[in-house]
C-alpha cells in the first residue's frame, strides 16, 4: 500500500525470489500491531484504524477542485478525464475512480503523470492478451481475482473515490442542479465560479490538522 509521503520503510524490500512477496516491512508489522495490543482491536478493526491515520496525517488530497469540465450527458466519461488530467499543474499521486473511468487511455496518461491508478475494471474486464495493453491495469485485474473487490477496494484506498461524490453532492446543494447562463461561455465562467466559490469554502470549514510528539 502506497501513501504520499510516506516513509520508505513502511514497504517490503524485495526478496528478488519469484513467487509471492511480503507487502509490508517489519517496522509496519510492528506497529499494526502494538496499535492493535494498545487498543484491544481484532486484526481487521487494526487496519482500518492505520487507515484511519494515515487520512488524519494528511496523506490524502485536499479535497479542493483543481481541474473542472462543463460537458453534454451524452460525452464519455473516461475521455473527458483525458483532458482533466492534463490540466492538473504539478505533481498528480494518484488517479481514483469508478469503473465507469477503466480505459488503457487512463492509464496511459496516468503513467505519463507518475500517478497510481485506483480504478475498479469493469466486472467483465480479462487480462490483456494483445496490443493496446497496461501491464498496472492487467495486475490490477490479477489482484482482484484473487482476493476479492471488495477487498481491494479497501486496501487501495478506493473509498476516497467518496470525496467526489460529496463534492458534486455539494455543488448541487449549494449552487444548484441547474445552469442559470444560456450561452455556453456564460456558462463555463458560471461553472468556474462555483468551483472557486466552493473551493473557499472548503478552505474555510476543513479542520487545520498536525500530528504531533510526545
Known amino acids: 500500500m502506497a501513501y504520499p509521503g510516506r516513509d520508505h520503510t513502511w514497504a517490503a524490500a524485495g526478496v528478488g525470489k519469484r ?3 511480503r507487502q509490508y516491512s517489519d517496522a509496519a508489522i510492528e506497529t499494526a500491531l502494538t496499535l492493535r495490543l494498545l487498543f484491544h482491536l481484532p486484526l481487521r ?3 482500518g484504524f492505520r487507515t484511519s491515520i494515515f487520512g488524519m496525517l494528511g496523506v490524502d488530497g485536499s479535497g479542493v477542485i483543481v481541474a473542472h469540465a462543463l460537458t453534454g450527458g451524452h460525452v464519455d466519461d473516461a475521455t473527458t478525464a483525458l483532458g482533466l ?3 492538473v499543474d504539478g505533481e498528480v499521486a494518484r488517479i481514483t475512480a469508478d469503473a465507469a473511468y477503466d480505459s488503457i ?5 496516468a503513467d505519463a503523470r507518475g500517478a ?3 480504478i475498479p475494471p469493469v466486472k467483465t474486464a480479462t487480462v490483456s492478451r494483445h496490443t493496446p495493453r497496461s501491464s498496472a491495469r492487467d495486475r490490477t485485474i490479477r489482484r482482484i481475482d484473487r482476493m476479492g473487490r471488495r477487498r481491494w477496494k479497501k486496501e487501495f484506498g478506493y473509498h476516497r473515490q467518496a470525496r467526489v461524490e ?3 453532492f455539494s455543488y448541487k446543494s449549494i449552487i444548484g ?3 442559470r447562463a444560456r450561452a455556453p461561455h456564460g456558462q463555463m465562467a458560471e461553472a468556474l465560479l462555483a468551483c472557486n466559490l466552493l473551493n ?3 478552505n474555510m470549514g476543513r479542520p487545520d490538522s498536525h500530528p504531533i510528539g510526545r
Do not use: C, M, S
Open 19 to 21: 513467487g509471492g512477496q
Open 45 to 47: 478493526q487494526t487496519e
Open 85 to 87: 488530467i492534463a490540466a
Open 105 to 109: 487511455a487512463i492509464y496511459e496518461a
Open 116 to 118: 497510481k491508478v485506483v
Open 166 to 168: 460529496n463534492t458534486f
Open 177 to 179: 442542479g441547474r445552469l
Open 200 to 202: 473557499a469554502l472548503t
